[in-house]
């Protein structure tokens, strides 16, 4: 198949591959999610229809802080009654944090501290205890996000409404469906309606569920893979229980040390390009390799 026939689907592919997810989130740590019931577009903050050019203007200063800019919505399309929710997240792999505003008028976008939640500090706005379960069903950037995504979220808001979001582009659309929780920055791949409501009733236990975890936001793909692997190994889900104390990579070898069981362990990790050129996604138009990671070795050092 090609990226011009139309019944091509990268999540399809990736899963016949059998390709792991773990080890394939996004490296972000500041996330600002914008409340908009749709349309999206292609690109959902470009094409979100928000007033004189706005979109483009919070893309800019979001690129500028080091701030990922999503866009959000209820499954159901309601919306805030005295304006435009706005949430801050900053994944901090131990003291992850939400804020979250109304803004009466969507040119206040412009005013928030996007500098300051890039750098991990508060914007000013009002602390929300509570957590996120955002599902990708963006269809308009990648057909598989909407097909696989839509059952997920409508699990999801039969049985966590208040904590359950629809959200643009989050990366890894062959990893459909896709979930990203906040604050934690956690990504989950390949779910369904069953492993999804398995995934959040975990999360709200402080347990992770690892066969769909993709990996934590605020490390380095290999980083997130060494985790995982700990975890495997241990056989440790408590998400509060295995800690990054340090990391170094050269020459496509990750060295990540990490506290868990009143112990240090020392996990490696070598990333390189998959041997095999595949469609990575469903509208590409060319075939690329995709990373993968090789476990090198897991040492108890303290």
Not at 253 to 262: H, L, P, Q, S
């Amino acid at each position: 198949m090609t990226s011009r026939d139309p019944a091509f689907r990268c999540s399809v592919a990736s899963g016949l591959r059998d390709e792991p997810v773990g080890g394939t989130a996004s490296t972000v740590r500041a996330f600002l999610l914008v409340e908009h019931p749709g349309p999206w577009g292609v690109d959902a903050l470009r094409d979100a229809r928000l007033p004189d050019g706005l979109g483009d203007a919070v893309a800019r200063a979001a690129a500028a802080a080091r701030v990922r800019p999503l866009l959000v919505r209820r499954p159901d399309r309601r919306t805030h009654q005295d304006g435009m929710r706005v949430f801050a997240a900053f994944a901090h792999p131990s003291r992850p944090w939400l804020e979250t505003t109304v803004l009466p008028d969507p040119h206040q976008l412009l005013d928030l501290d996007l500098v300051a939640l890039g750098a991990g500090r508060s914007p000013g706005l009002t602390p929300y205890d509570g957590t996120l379960l955002c599902v990708c069903t963006h269809g308009r950037h990648d057909a598989c996000c909407a097909e696989q995504g839509r059952p997920v979220v409508t699990a999801l808001a039969a049985g966590h409404p208040e904590e359950t979001w629809e959200v643009s582009h989050i990366g890894g659309d062959r990893f459909a469906g896709n979930m990203l929780v906040l604050p934690q920055g956690l990504y989950y791949g390949r779910l369904d309606p069953v492993s999804s409501l398995a995934v959040a009733d975990g999360l709200a236990v402080g347990e992770l569920e690892l066969d769909h975890l993709r990996g934590r936001s605020s490390y380095a793909m290999p980083v997130q893979f060494a985790e995982i692997a700990l975890r495997r190994q241990l056989g440790e889900t408590r998400d509060d229980a295995v800690r990054l104390v340090s990391r170094r990579a050269a020459d496509g070898v990750t060295d990540a040390v990490f506290t868990a069981g009143g112990a240090q362990w020392a996990v490696q990790v070598r990333t390189a390009p998959g041997a095999e050129l595949v469609q990575l996604t469903c509208k590409a138009t060319r075939d690329n390799p995709a990373p993968a990671h090789e476990l090198l070795g897991i040492l108890r050092t303290g």
